[in-house]
């Protein structure tokens, strides 16, 4: 019950509250896989997301077009990351979602071998 001394909290007030509400006040232990350039889509064989929190819902949605990365993830929720990769932690856990790791960078060629390719060009069309 509010009294006429108490502060009006409009919208502005509510993402100060929104992440712990969302995360049940749970923090993501530290020994997570989760970086931001990890790569996540909807698992195969998902159960049913109807009885999800929204936030998580919608978490499955963004995944269901394909791979996106944490740091995707979060910029399309405007949540803070670290609440993002509890959810998705959750939900990977719960068998909605999958990760891939990041594919790597191409390794640097040698040096020696696009040297002998140039030299090859020039003797070719010299």
Known sequence: ??????????????????PYVITNGRTLLSGEDLSL????????????????????RRLIELCSGGYLS??????HTQLPVGIVRLLLSDLIDSGYLCTRKPIPSAELVDRRILEEVLHGLQ???G
Do not use: N
């Open 1 to 18: 019950m509010t009294t006429p001394d108490d502060p009006v909290l409009g919208p502005e007030a509510s993402p100060l509250v929104r």
């Open 123 to 125: 003797a070719r069309f």
């Open 70 to 75: 944490v740091a995707e993830i979060a910029g």
């Open 37 to 56: 350039i990890t790569l996540l889509t909807v698992a195969e064989g998902a159960p049913r997301s109807e009885l999800l929190d929204p936030e998580k």
